[in-house]
């Protein structure tokens, strides 16, 4: 199973930090990705990139994971020569983590 097949993802950004949540879809699926999708799993699928630490935060109420992913951005929207600057598509790749 993967992050997708429970779950939907939202990202956002800051300098050269991407934060990327991965939400249940239902409560049951909460359980098992806060088990599961630990920081240092998407730090090890993130690595390609020149991450250097995942942050993870859990918001139960929201059958949510919150992950702080920094040095994911390529130096950021003003420096990053990258076409998805704000790392949108990073979603997908957090999705795609085998649980």
């Known amino acids: 199973m993967r992050v997708y097949d429970i779950a ?9 930090i991407s934060t990327i949540s991965a939400c249940a879809y239902r ?3 909460y359980a098992v990705l ?3 999708l630990t920081a240092e799993k998407v730090m090890e699928q993130f690595a390609p990139l020149g991450v250097t630490h ?3 935060y859990e918001i139960p109420t929201l059958y ?3 992950f ?3 040095g994911s951005l390529g130096g950021g929207v003003t420096r990053s020569l990258a076409l998805d600057k704000h790392g949108k598509s990073l979603c997908g790749l957090l999705l795609e983590i085998e649980l």
Request: aromatic content about 4%; cysteine-free.
């Open 64 to 66: 949510a994971l919150n």
């Open 27 to 29: 409560q049951e699926d």
């Open 54 to 56: 995942v942050d993870r």
């Open 8 to 16: 939907h993802s939202r990202t956002g950004d800051k300098g050269n």
């Open 34 to 36: 806060a088990e599961k």
């Open 68 to 70: 702080v992913i920094f």
